[in-house]
């Protein structure tokens, strides 16, 4: 079945960049998101990306893919106190209408 | 645009009771509504896809029976947590998508302390 892999924890100081990464199984993958956490609430979509593009870019974020390998990469810059939380990447394969296959989440901890 | 709201947002009852938990899209029409759980520091498990005017389709391992969902309007879909139990304490997230998007849009949750 689809598996969607991401390291569980990455610790930055306030004003480096932050690389999460994530690999995914399923080569019918079509949208490949990524979503914040906070603590005690939903998901908020932080950027999304095709899989037809290699990059995407956002202010501060900058989505890499490289589909070949079924991977994908969040990159924060200039990354903030505010930035801490946990970050989900999720693929959604090419069919209408069907749900999200999340990662176990990267909690990003940001240090002033 | 694209805001899901949920309702409540923590709810706490006793064992044996039932819970409903309210999904709302508040400026866009779901034709597809999703429940997630999330357990303590794990990711979130897909528990159901609803459709506007269908019956559910639920994940293998969960009990339709005890998760009861209806989705009777484009705007609103809601979860009945059934005889809830202790074990059923968890994190609730419901998300939507619109008719002309794959992009869902996820509710703030809603957190079920089962005593």
């Known amino acids: 079945g689809e598996d969607v892999e991401q390291s569980l924890f990455l610790s930055v100081r306030e004003g480096d960049s932050s690389v999460i990464n994530c690999t995914y199984t399923?080569?019918?993958?079509?949208?490949l998101y990524w979503y914040k956490q906070e603590p005690g609430a939903g998901l908020q979509l932080l950027t999304y990306?095709?899989?037809?593009?290699d990059m995407k870019q956002d202010q501060r974020l900058t989505v890499l893919l490289n589909k070949k390998d079924k991977h994908l990469s969040l990159r924060i810059a200039d990354t903030q106190t505010g930035d801490s939380a946990i970050y989900f990447c999720a693929e959604k394969e090419d069919q209408a209408g069907t749900a999200l296959i999340f990662g176990k989440g990267t909690t990003l901890s940001v240090s002033s | 645009g694209a805001v899901v709201s949920q309702h409540p947002s923590r709810v706490i009852c006793k064992s044996g009771t039932s819970v409903k938990i309210e999904c709302r899209s508040l400026d866009f029409q779901a034709t597809t509504m999703f429940w997630y759980r999330q357990f303590p520091k794990k990711s979130l498990m897909l528990m159901a896809t609803?459709?506007?005017?269908?019956?559910?389709?639920?994940e293998q391992g969960v009990e339709k029976d005890k998760f009861l969902i209806n989705h009777a309007s484009l705007t609103l879909s809601t979860l009945t947590v059934t005889s809830a139990h202790p074990e059923d304490s968890s994190f609730y997230i419901c998300s939507a998508r619109g008719p002309y998007t794959e992009t869902q849009y996820f509710g703030p949750g809603t957190r079920l302390l089962v005593l």
């Open positions: 609803s459709n506007e005017g269908s019956k559910a389709t639920y």
């Open positions: 399923d080569s019918s993958s079509t949208y």
């Open positions: 990306i095709f899989s037809n593009m």
